[in-house]
């Protein structure tokens, strides 16, 4: 088989081949079958690393770039945009690519041919409300595809391959809610499943309706950051000859993990001197000023997403932030983060009760709510969704790898 199903995600990538009759994942970083979406440009060595591997040359100070995220640059204005990689422009377009080529080097070594042909995933919607950009965006991931090798190439929805992979488990008909909560956008499909209707060719009258918003992970961490973390950088304070607040530009810019190398200017740099000058709490805006100097964002970024876990199972948590200043902290509360983070939960139950709708059922005639990717963990999400149909039975399967899976098996399907 020289086809592969490929999941390329905002947080964490994977893409599997058929073995022996079943999906089995590439290894893509050491025995690891997932992978971050991250890719570090080092300019000692000008050597690029990837995934985990590449967050910890971040980490440790390595001279270089990191970009992460790297699937929200399609459905985002910075489409068209060029990133500084040493002393040379490139276009983050580019920055995915080298990073898709990644995975299928990783599994071909893995299948031991070449891969030509991709059941590849795509969000439900990457931009909302707007047809022309949302098919623009899948033109440029084509594109990338095509150029790093694959000759044919395949969309599939990414709910409706995670609802495949959830049928190999389905011992009985279920009319099921997929949601699958990625980092970058939040995607569902309604469904029949069962183990007669897996053995059809023809799934279209098993799919009953789709829908998805650009709702994910990162926009939960970039509130999140800036309702916890940013006050200690001066967000919320003065400018005392103006009396207005602080510019919230220079931080919303520092919590979005697409934006965080655009706030590494020197223009930033001279704005952020002035408004330390003007400030009434200037040792709260020096902060800022230390973590644009230094590249520090990603280091909040990371600091913030490891807190947003952790809240999935605990009440409350530390955020430490000592590689700003010695022993600062930010205390972070599940109620806290709640609060942040509630105009994107009440819009993700809007969309989930909308997709029922859709499909021409009420709520009581869902039997199932299918949770995957990695933000459906989060406690206030779960919740949201359930409520748009509370008696239907909750489960989840592998956090990361059931779009992957159930790509691959797509995969065999359309290409053979």
Request: some cysteine; hydrophobic content about 45%; overall charge neutral.
């Amino acid at each position: 088989m020289t086809a592969c199903g490929l999941d390329f995600g905002t947080s964490n990538s994977a893409i599997g081949v058929m073995r022996a009759g079943a999906p089995a994942l590439a290894p893509v970083e050491g025995g690891a079958t997932i992978i971050p979406s991250a890719v570090f440009f080092d300019y000692e060595t000008k050597g690029v690393q990837f995934g985990g591997a590449a967050i910890a040359s971040y980490i440790a100070q390595h001279e270089g770039r990191l970009m992460r995220a790297l699937k929200s640059i399609l459905s985002s204005s910075l489409i068209d945009e060029k990133t500084a990689l040493g002393n040379r422009m490139v276009p983050l377009t580019e920055v995915v690519e080298i990073f898709v080529r990644h995975l299928k080097e990783k599994a071909e070594a893995f299948a031991g041919v070449e891969l030509t042909a991709v059941a590849h995933g795509r969000p439900v919607r990457f931009v909302d409300d707007d047809d022309a950009a949302d098919a623009r965006a899948e033109r440029v991931l084509e594109g990338i595809a095509h150029k790093v090798g694959f000759r044919d190439l395949s969309f599939v929805y990414e709910p409706i391959a995670a609802a495949y992979h959830y049928e190999e488990t389905a011992r009985t008909e279920e009319t099921v809610l997929i949601a699958d909560i990625g980092g970058g956008t939040s995607d569902f499909t309604v469904i029949r499943v069962g183990p007669q209707r897996s053995l059809r060719t023809d799934r279209a009258a098993d799919i009953l309706a789709n829908a998805g918003a650009r709702i994910g992970g990162t926009d939960f961490d970039a509130l999140f950051n800036l309702a916890i973390v940013m006050p200690h950088l001066g967000l919320g304070t003065e400018l005392i000859a103006k009396r207005l607040p602080m510019p919230r530009g220079p931080y919303a810019e520092l919590a979005t993990w697409s934006t965080i190398n655009f706030a590494y200017t020197p223009r930033n740099e001279r704005l952020l001197v002035e408004l330390v000058a003007g400030a009434r709490e200037p040792k709260k805006v020096a902060r800022l000023l230390k973590v644009v100097r230094e590249r520090l964002g990603h280091r909040i970024a990371l600091t913030v997403e490891d807190a947003k876990i952790a809240l999935s199972e605990t009440e409350r948590t530390v955020m430490p932030l000592d590689f700003i200043e010695a022993a600062l902290e930010a205390v972070a509360t599940r109620a806290a983060f709640d609060q942040a983070i509630a105009d994107k939960t009440a819009r993700l139950h809007k969309v989930a009760a909308q997709c029922i709708a859709d499909a021409g059922l009420t709520p009581a005639d869902i039997n199932t709510i299918f949770f995957t990717g990695g933000s459906g963990r989060v406690p206030a999400v779960r919740t949201a969704i359930l409520r748009a149909a509370p008696g239907a039975r909750a489960t989840e399967g592998s956090d990361f790898l059931s779009v992957a899976l159930g790509l691959t098996r797509e995969a065999q399907k359309r290409f053979g």
